[in-house]
């Protein structure tokens, strides 16, 4: 049985379920869905107001949680910005004035005391505008009527915003009789005409009273009870819903969730206000600042000029497509002669070619259709990231399982053999996509060593780029286009689709430089190769990543240290670009290289991105370099399945191994901040590195099987790692992409099947335009690469005065 289930390998379920079937279905399941959202959407106009204003929970991680939109996480610049010259007016009893204080102290840039109770309060500033007003109109009467009166016929100036709550302060002063309650409900039915009439001009909403805890209630107030707070919250639906007025269910909802932290039982704990002043604040500010990660009560922001003139490209490729599909069928006519016979013929190729291409467009037209949908109209709903370890670590454990599950031998004996380095990536792409899902970058432990595997990619980058280099010895035009094509295909067109900047993904930007940056330290005269070392060198297994080079007994040695000078100077230069911040920033501050690595107007992005693993590569060279040289002089031999060491020096690298990657977990874990870590992060994410090759292929065991799980994913872990923006998580990776509300492990497991189906279908596109596009004759490569730089130079210049460019 065991043997049985040794020879199950991932291609064999493949078998059953083969991508393409997979990727109709996944076609399939989003066109319902979009279907069934949109149709929501007709119906209700896709307000999400409404889901802030009267559904939501509390999530695992205790913050709220509005059903299908996400709230943002105001600061007090983005108060003071939002509530510039404006007036927010807060009327009601004793918990609106909570409510008062808690946004005047939270907008204050000076110490604020709460005044005396029972009356109007005013806060204002001159130098900015900002008016906060609290009326002191506990009960719903005459008063409140007069109030609303004044601002209806212009005797008092209309606040921005009014939030009215009243009902408790009735219950007790009338000792919850109902002759009270009749009276709340007259009195209430007299006051909407003119809430509403002010509603036409202002935002006007009505916040339910909140439960009582009677445990904590003192004895003059023991009479309010959460069923006479229920009848008038009851009364006040009935009585407002179809009106004007907004009706704050959710502030009710979030404090009922949390009555054990109230200091006396009836007014609100910190978590409650914290919560309270959160939903206020995204309900008046999301529409004029328009967060990213703040989706509720957001309007739906108009395309670009130019993700129109997108659009509409990819819509001319895909009625091309259709065009060739119907040409592709015709059948010639009597009248054709040979000669027109013969044309076609010579011209056959290259009109397939062309088919090739408008088919390929057209599909990732129809994809980046999608990743609109998805992220930048309110089709689909999103959601907040809400952590809890269990979120994290259940989903890691279950996709290890799987991993090891899947396992196959390899044929390949190298060391960092292709099926290793696939596999390699497929892991870590996994791990960083739960890391995202679940927002676990608020831990820090997890935080660090998601740090090393981004170190791991870019170690991968310099031992890879080194390997064919050193073995090809090709440095020209065509590969430089074909690498910098497939790495920055998919990213082009997003930055266009999604009207972002470059440097916004970042990964792409960081690969694409310290590829340039290996060419550059290869390329450089002179050129050192396998063959100039004096040996003859071959990929071995098909691999892209490794090389195993024989060498004979008169092979020269000088060109091993050339190379090790290059390294050593690519590393002092590293350093010293490290050492001096401003000498960095100057490099990149000038047009148009500051257009492709700026990030919201700095390129301190680009700083902290580049600086954090800027040794990863250069080690990942001197890797290659160093295991090159180990094999030249013969200490070790990788073309078998054994063990590269005698059993004792095995057995003591892997256990030296293991005890350094422990020895690093358990050091993350003392550091205090971020900031303290990643700037230890460059000088020792190599001991984990290094740890983990030693571990994979010392052992003769380990490196002769790979997961061919893991392996899948590898070989798309590219369009995985930059697709999740957008298609899996959502708001450009501040939430997560909801089109099943309710359900959420089902949610995640569509979504992630859309999302993984189409990532491999940009691959495969991606692989197909890179070989109709970027083809290997040299001048056709060259007629093609100065239009892409007339088309960069044109991208950037529209990045330079878009901002100036309104097309609606």
Not at 113 to 135: A, M, R, W
Not at 182 to 193: D, I, S, V
Not at 322 to 332: E, I, K
Not at 712 to 729: A, D, M, T
């Amino acid at each position: 049985m065991a043997a049985i289930m040794n020879t199950w390998k991932l291609e064999n379920a493949l078998d059953y379920t083969n991508m393409n079937t997979a990727k109709k279905l996944a076609f399939t399941v989003a066109t319902v869905l979009i279907i069934i959202h949109g149709t929501r959407i007709y119906n209700n106009g896709g307000d999400t107001c409404n889901n802030l204003l009267s559904r939501g929970h509390l999530a695992a991680d205790k913050k709220w949680q509005p059903e299908g939109c996400m709230l943002h996480k105001y600061s007090k610049m983005d108060m003071r910005k939002c509530l510039s010259e404006k007036t927010f007016t807060f009327v009601g009893d004793s918990r609106q004035r909570q409510l008062y204080f808690k946004l005047v102290k939270s907008i204050s840039v000076s110490t604020v005391k709460e005044g005396k109770q029972h009356e109007d309060i005013v806060y204002h500033e001159e130098d900015t505008g900002i008016s906060v007003n609290f009326l002191w109109q506990p009960m719903v009467n005459g008063s409140m009527e007069k109030v609303y009166k004044e601002w209806k016929e212009g005797k008092k100036k209309k606040p921005s915003i009014i939030i009215t709550g009243s009902g408790v302060w009735a219950i007790k002063q009338m000792n919850a009789s109902g002759k009270a309650l009749t009276e709340y409900q007259a009195n209430l039915t007299l006051l909407r005409p003119l809430m509403e009439e002010v509603a036409m001009e202002t935002d006007v909403y009505w916040m339910l009273q909140d439960p009582v805890n009677n445990t904590q209630l003192s004895k003059e107030r023991k009479m309010i009870t959460n069923t006479q707070v229920d009848s008038y919250n009851n009364v006040a639906m009935e009585i407002l819903e179809g009106s004007h007025v907004g009706i704050l269910q959710s502030t009710h909802q979030a404090a009922s969730e949390l009555l054990h932290v109230s200091a006396d039982g009836i007014h609100l704990g910190e978590p409650a206000l914290d919560i309270h002043l959160s939903l206020l604040l995204n309900l008046f500010c999301n529409d004029q600042l328009r967060p990213i990660d703040g989706s509720c009560c957001q309007s739906f922001h108009p395309p670009s000029l130019l993700q129109v003139g997108t659009g509409v490209f990819f819509g001319l490729c895909l009625v091309g497509a259709m065009l060739f599909s119907v040409t592709r069928g015709r059948s010639p006519s009597m009248s054709e002669d040979a000669e027109t016979a013969q044309n076609q013929k010579k011209t056959k190729s290259s009109a397939e070619i062309a088919r090739m291409t408008l088919v390929a467009l057209a599909k990732f037209g129809v994809i980046m259709a999608y990743f609109y949908l998805c992220d930048r109209t309110p089709l689909f709903m999103r959601e907040n990231k809400h952590y809890t370890h269990l979120q994290f670590f259940v989903p890691f454990v279950w996709v290890l399982l799987v991993g090891l599950f899947f396992h196959a031998d390899t044929k390949q004996t190298s060391i960092l053999n292709r099926d290793q380095t696939d596999e390699w990536k497929g892991w870590m792409q996994l791990v960083i996509l739960i890391y995202h899902y679940t927002g676990t970058s608020s831990y820090l432990p997890i935080y660090m060593h998601i740090r090393i595997l981004v170190a791991m990619y870019l170690f991968q980058t310099g031992y890879g780029h080194f390997f064919y280099f050193w073995n090809k010895g090709d440095y020209g035009i065509v590969r430089l286009c074909q690498v910098n094509f497939r790495l920055n295909f998919l990213v082009v067109f997003l930055c266009m689709v999604m009207d972002r900047p470059y440097q916004f993904y970042y990964f792409v930007p960081l690969v694409t430089f310290w590829f340039f940056v290996v060419y550059g330290t290869m390329a450089v005269l002179p050129r050192v190769t396998a063959k100039s070392s004096g040996g003859a060198a071959n990929m071995p297994e098909a691999s892209g990543c490794t090389a195993r080079l024989s060498f004979n007994a008169t092979d020269n040695s000088s060109g091993f240290v050339l190379m090790m000078f290059k390294l050593l100077v690519l590393c002092g230069i590293i350093a010293l670009l490290a050492s001096m911040q401003v000498l960095f920033e100057s490099l990149f501050s000038w047009w148009p290289a500051v257009q492709l690595f700026q990030l919201d107007g700095s390129i301190r992005e680009w700083w902290f991105r580049w600086q954090l693993d800027r040794y990863a590569v250069s080690y990942g060279m001197f890797f290659a370099f160093t295991y090159l040289g180990l094999k030249k002089l013969q200490i070790i031999d990788d073309s078998f399945h054994g063990n590269l060491f005698t059993p004792c020096v095995t057995y003591l690298i892997v256990t030296l191994s293991v005890c350094i990657t422990l020895g690093y977990t358990v050091f993350m874990t003392t550091c205090s901040s971020k900031v303290e870590c990643n700037r230890l992060h460059p000088y020792i994410s190599f001991l984990p590195i290094t740890s983990f090759i030693l571990v994979r292929n010392v052992p003769g065991y380990l490196r002769s099987r790979y997961s061919t799980f893991f392996a899948w994913f590898g070989k798309i872990s590219l369009e995985l790692f930059i697709g999740q923006y957008h298609i899996w998580l959502a708001a450009d990776t501040k939430g997560i992409l909801v089109v099943i509300p309710g359900y959420h492990t089902l949610n995640m497991l569509v979504t992630f099947f859309i999302f993984v189906c189409v990532a491999h279908e940009i691959s495969a596109v991606t692989g197909t335009l890179a070989t109709t596009l970027v083809p290997r004759d040299f001048h056709t490569v060259m007629q093609r690469l100065i239009m892409f730089v007339l088309f960069l130079c044109v991208m950037l210049l529209y990045g330079h005065f878009g901002d100036k460019i309104q097309l609606f």
